[in-house]
Each structure stands twice: as structure tokens, then as C-alpha cells.
């Protein structure tokens, strides 16, 4: 019997109203079999970055060491990211510096789907490329073919708070199934190789 792969689900936004928020909040309600989707909850309770608030082998913030934890518990990471000023929030930038040190994500299989409608011509096209860079500097494994845009206009997201569109609901599972097939490639891989 295969085992559940876990992806937890990061927006990068903290508005209430986030089509990103929604969008990963759906992929918790349309997650394929044997996946399972966990939100994130903690992006603005983060302490801001400081090297020295992170000493090797030494106490943490709480809230530190529950990002660690919940990131170091899964199987994949799949973030969804506004762009502000043509870069990354500044908040989520802060949640990506508190993962360096840790290492959670060093290998981690990682992906992002971008939100942006059609009057975001560039699709967050320069958030995401600072994303994929930090992502490389932390050594994860990014699967590029579950790293897709999936527009999601405030229009399609109903009261409950979830996409409620079928193609766009499809669209997020299909990213979901991406990742954890490529996490279930790798678990195969790495039974055969002991």
C-alpha cells in the first residue's frame, strides 16, 4: 500500500482575501487520492529574520521552529505568491530567510503556481524568479512541471472562500498530482537503490 504524500500548501500573502490564499486553501478541498494538502498558517506570526536569532544547535522562536517542523514533516512544498514592487512580500521573503538555516528544504521537492489574471501580463514572472533563486541557494528540488500559472479571478472564488470554478479546480488538483507523482518517483527510487 502506498503511503500518503503530505504537501504543504504556503501563500506568500497575508490579505484576508488573497486569491492566493484561496487557491491553495482549494487544493486542500480538491487534493487527489492519497494526497493530502496542509495549509500554512503562520506567515505573520514569523519574527523578523536575524542571523543571530538562529544560532547553530541553539533555542529558536516558537513560531521558528513550528515553520521548521511542519516543512520538516512533509513530503513537498507547494507555494502560491503575489508580487509587490517586482519582488517577492516582503513577509513570505522573511519565511523563505527562517527556512535557510534549518535545512528542511534542502532536497525538498518544490513547486509554486501563480494566481495573477490576465491584468498581470508578467504573471509575477519576477517573484517567482527570485523564489527559484532562493529555492536553488537552499538546494530543493523544484518540479518544474507542477510550477505553472493558474489564473484565479476574484470573480471564480465563492463565499466559503475556494475556488469554486470547475476548469480552475481541475487545473489545482492536476499541480497537486504533479508533485506528489514526482515525490512517489523519488520514494520508488530511493527503495530500489537500497
Given at each position: 500500500?502506498?503511503?500518503?504524500?503530505?504537501?504543504?500548501?504556503?501563500?506568500?500573502?497575508?490579505?484576508?482575501?488573497?486569491?492566493?490564499?484561496?487557491?491553495?486553501?482549494?487544493?486542500?478541498?480538491?487534493?487527489?487520492?492519497?494526497?493530502?494538502?496542509?495549509?500554512?498558517?503562520?506567515?505573520g506570526?514569523?519574527?523578523?529574520?536575524?542571523?543571530?536569532?538562529?544560532?547553530?544547535?541553539?533555542?529558536?522562536?516558537?513560531?521558528?521552529?513550528?515553520?521548521?517542523?511542519?516543512?520538516?514533516s512533509?513530503?513537498?512544498?507547494?507555494?502560491?505568491?503575489?508580487?509587490?514592487?517586482g519582488?517577492?512580500?516582503?513577509?513570505?521573503?522573511n519565511?523563505l530567510?527562517?527556512?535557510?538555516?534549518?535545512?528542511?528544504?534542502?532536497?525538498?521537492?518544490?513547486?509554486?503556481?501563480?494566481?495573477?489574471?490576465?491584468?498581470?501580463?508578467?504573471?509575477?514572472?519576477?517573484?517567482?524568479?527570485?523564489?527559484?533563486?532562493?529555492?536553488?541557494?537552499?538546494?530543493?528540488?523544484?518540479?518544474?512541471?507542477?510550477?505553472?500559472?493558474?489564473?484565479?479571478?476574484r470573480?471564480?472564488?465563492g463565499?466559503?472562500?475556494?475556488?469554486?470554478e470547475?476548469?480552475?479546480?481541475?487545473?489545482?488538483?492536476?499541480?497537486?498530482?504533479?508533485?506528489?507523482?514526482?515525490?512517489?518517483?523519488?520514494?520508488?527510487?530511493?527503495?530500489?537503490?537500497?
Open positions: 500500500m502506498e503511503r500518503t504524500i503530505q504537501i504543504l500548501l504556503v501563500s506568500g500573502s497575508l490579505r484576508a482575501g488573497s486569491t492566493n490564499t484561496a487557491l491553495l486553501r482549494t487544493a486542500q478541498a480538491v487534493a487527489p487520492g492519497g494526497v493530502v494538502g496542509l495549509l500554512y498558517r503562520g506567515l506570526a514569523l519574527p523578523h529574520f536575524n542571523p543571530d536569532d538562529d544560532p547553530e544547535g541553539g533555542p529558536i522562536d516558537p513560531t521558528v521552529a513550528d515553520l521548521r517542523a511542519q516543512i520538516g512533509a513530503d513537498a512544498l507547494l507555494f502560491s505568491t503575489p508580487e509587490y514592487a519582488a517577492l512580500p516582503g513577509s513570505f521573503k519565511l530567510e527562517w527556512t535557510v538555516g534549518g535545512g528542511e528544504t534542502y532536497g525538498m521537492p518544490v513547486a509554486w503556481v501563480n494566481a495573477s489574471g490576465p491584468a498581470a501580463p508578467t504573471g509575477a514572472a519576477d517573484a517567482h524568479d527570485s523564489l527559484r533563486k532562493v529555492l536553488g541557494y537552499t538546494g530543493s528540488d523544484i518540479v518544474e512541471a507542477a510550477c505553472v500559472r493558474v489564473p484565479v479571478p470573480t471564480a472564488i463565499s466559503d472562500g475556494l475556488v469554486a470547475p476548469a480552475i479546480r481541475e487545473q489545482i488538483a492536476g499541480v497537486l498530482a504533479t508533485l506528489a507523482r514526482h515525490v512517489s518517483d523519488r520514494l520508488a527510487d530511493e527503495v530500489s537503490e537500497e
